[in-house]
T-cell receptor, first 112, second 117 residues
């Protein structure tokens, strides 16, 4: 069965600092992995996804994630945080079908 | 391109009442999903449709929840009777599913926030 664990329910950074949101997965098949962002009172928006090929995936708004099979990880990073990055972030893995299995989410706070 | 539309955005009901949510996916998207997002948790799949057929409803509490997708387009999710633990955001998502299995992006609607008192 597939599952996702997001380490840290809340991460706080200063504007301009590195953002690192951690995600570990468990999958019995080669995983398809996703990061979504959710702003207050809005639906989820795809940041990036890994299916096959290059293990470093670049997404929107300057975010990127690296698939590390040996560590079963798919951590999300951004070199320099912006106030507008404050939101909730969800890591997800494709389940047995095409539906997604989500982690519990990490709330990112950015201070000036 | 219009996104996934959902209504209502908010709903407050008493326990044991019934409620219905509506979703209009992106035009041409074959697959439609309903997810339940309880406060402090990630979304959890309730039901998945491929056109107007059910692909996966293994996590749908069928004694109280029902869903349909008429003509393979709009979908309605119903709860009858509602319980306190049904308080959550109900998210609808759709994807093209062009045959590259599992890689199509799911586009989410804004959700319906249900409060059961």
């Amino acid at each position: 069965a597939q599952s996702v664990t997001q380490l840290g329910s809340h991460v706080s950074v200063s504007e301009g600092a590195l953002v690192l949101l951690r995600c570990n997965y468990s999958s019995s098949v080669p995983p398809y992995l996703f990061w979504y962002v959710q702003y207050p009172n809005q639906g989820l928006q795809l940041l990036l996804k890994y299916t096959t090929g290059a293990t470093l995936v670049k997404g929107i708004n300057g975010f990127e994630a690296e698939f590390k099979k040996s560590e079963t990880s798919f951590h999300l990073t951004k070199p320099s945080a912006h106030m507008s990055d404050a939101a909730e972030y969800f890591c997800a893995v494709r389940g047995a079908g095409t539906a997604l299995i989500f982690g519990k989410g990490t709330t990112l706070s950015v201070s000036s | 391109e219009a996104g996934v539309a959902q209504s209502p955005r908010y709903k407050i009901i008493e326990k044991r009442q019934s409620v219905a949510f509506w979703c209009n996916p992106i035009s041409g998207h074959a697959t439609l999903y309903w997810y339940q997002q309880i406060l402090g948790q990630g979304p959890k799949l309730l039901i998945q449709f491929q056109n107007n057929g059910v692909v996966d409803d293994s996590q749908l509490p069928k004694d109280r929840f029902s869903a349909e997708r008429l003509k393979g387009v709009d979908s309605t999710l119903k709860i009858q009777p509602a319980k306190l633990e049904d308080s959550a955001v109900y998210l609808c998502a759709s994807s093209l599913d062009l045959g590259v299995y599992g890689t199509d992006t799911q586009y989410f609607g804004p959700g319906t926030r249900l409060t059961v008192l």
